[in-house]
């Protein structure tokens, strides 16, 4: 497996990704374990980020298998991860009654990969929360492919549907920060505009 940092050249969406060119598919495919002494809800979360990898690790094979296969480009691969985590005290999203924030058991996440092969890039970025709008995605994208020099239609936003993310872009976010700020002047629970 060849390891390569990005270079000023190589302008893509992730910050500083790690480029990996894989010669084959066995390679490609990591180790999975699972703890099924730990307690449920780890467990289930284990499962569940098992899974996505497993997911994405036949994709990743797929293509791989597909370049060897046609004798075309290498497949690069980039990945990087940031945290979205809101203030404590923001708005949550998930159920209908007003609920805050109390603290963080885990950060909520932002992860992106990128792949590129020859003069094709795609980016999928996964975010933990409960949805993203097609206007957030729209400005989203628009940005992305501005500063990173992939095409818009490439770039891919998913939710993972967290229930405990913060709360934005909905009719019950309008609803309740206009309540608040009729009641109080202001909204303490959205210092931040995200």
Avoid: W
């Avoid at 499962?47 to 690790?57: A, F, G």
């Avoid at 046609?70 to 708005?91: F, H, S, W």
């Avoid at 949550?92 to 924030?101: N, T």
């Amino acid at each position: 497996m060849e390891h390569r940092s990005n270079t000023d050249s190589e302008n893509h969406f992730l910050k500083n990704p790690c480029l990996i060119r894989v010669p084959s598919v066995a390679k490609a495919l990591p180790q999975f374990t699972l703890n099924t002494n730990a307690p449920f809800a780890h467990r289930k979360k284990a499962q569940m980020k098992t899974l996505r990898l497993l997911c994405l690790s036949f994709v990743f094979a797929f293509i791989t298998q597909a370049a060897e296969i046609k004798n075309t480009a290498p497949l690069q691969v980039g990945m990087a991860e940031t945290d979205i985590t809101p203030p404590v005290g923001y708005r949550m999203a998930g159920y209908f009654d007003e609920r805050f924030s109390t603290g963080v058991h885990d950060p909520l996440k932002a992860k992106a990969i990128v792949l590129q092969q020859g003069t094709e890039t795609v980016a999928l970025v996964f975010c933990d929360l409960v949805q993203v709008t097609f206007p957030i995605s729209a400005v989203a994208r628009d940005r992305a492919a501005q500063l990173c020099d992939i095409p818009r239609q490439n770039i891919c936003i998913f939710a993972t549907h967290s229930h405990t993310g913060p709360l934005f872009d909905d009719v019950r976010n309008t609803f309740l920060h206009d309540k608040a700020v009729a009641e109080h002047g202001k909204d303490e629970h959205q210092t931040i505009e995200y």
